[in-house]
T-cell receptor, first 110, second 115 residues
């Protein structure tokens, strides 16, 4: 069974810092990897999707990389802002549904 | 605007009662999903449906039931057999199911508690 792990579980940084969130998965036979953002009491918002044949995807200040052979992905957030404070979830599609990590709770302080 | 609507936002269940959570989408997506989220845990899959009139059990289907009579709708019933139903329930959809490379879209969730 696919296991997805996210490190760290929580992170607090001052505004303006660049930061990296990590995701690892146990089975490299994946179709894609998706990064989501979740605000308190809300649903998930899709940030980036990386297909298994791709190495990275970028959207604004966000960059996600994928190393399928080693079972790792990183989400890089440039010039963090207080509005980036949320929980970030990594999920892999290796069958008919997504397998999620437990998330990284990010707090960006002014 | 296209999206997924979940209702109600908050729901309370009495002992021995079945309750139904609504999920409607106007994205013209074939596949729909139900997840359960507990504090400190990742999302866990309850049921999924790749097409109308067909659905499959996920990892934690016991105590739950679903139907998929219309493409737009995928209601979840939490039965009295589910002994620990308190959780945040999320409905999602995507274009063609797990083998596509399209992102999943999520509703805003229903928070279920026991009275």
């Amino acid at each position: 069974k696919q296991e997805v792990t996210q490190i760290p579980a929580a992170l607090s940084v001052p505004e303006g810092e660049n930061l990296v969130l990590n995701c690892s998965f146990t089975d490299s036979a994946i179709y894609n990897l998706q990064w989501f953002r979740q605000d308190p009491g809300k649903g998930l918002t899709s940030l980036l999707l990386i297909q298994s044949s791709q190495r990275e995807q970028t959207s604004g200040r966000l960059n996600a990389s994928l190393d399928k052979s080693s079972g790792r992905s990183t989400l890089y957030i440039a010039a963090s802002q207080p509005g980036d404070s949320a929980t970030y979830l990594c999920a892999v599609m290796s069958g008919y549904a997504l397998n999620f990590g437990k998330g990284t709770s990010l707090l960006v302080t002014p | 605007d296209g999206g997924i609507t979940q209702s109600p936002k908050y729901l309370f269940r009495k002992e021995g009662q079945n309750v139904t959570l609504s999920c409607e989408q106007n994205l013209n997506h074939d596949a729909m999903y139900w997840y359960r989220q507990d504090p400190g845990q990742g999302l866990r899959l309850i049921y999924y449906s790749q097409i109308v009139n067909d659905f499959q059990k996920g990892d934690i289907a016991e105590g739950y039931s679903v139907s998929r009579e219309k493409k737009e709708s995928f209601p979840l019933t939490v039965t009295s057999a589910q002994k620990n139903p308190t959780a945040f329930y999320l409905c999602a959809s995507d274009l063609t199911g797990g083998l596509s490379n399209q992102p999943q879209h999520f509703g805003d969730g229903t928070r279920l508690s026991i009275l």
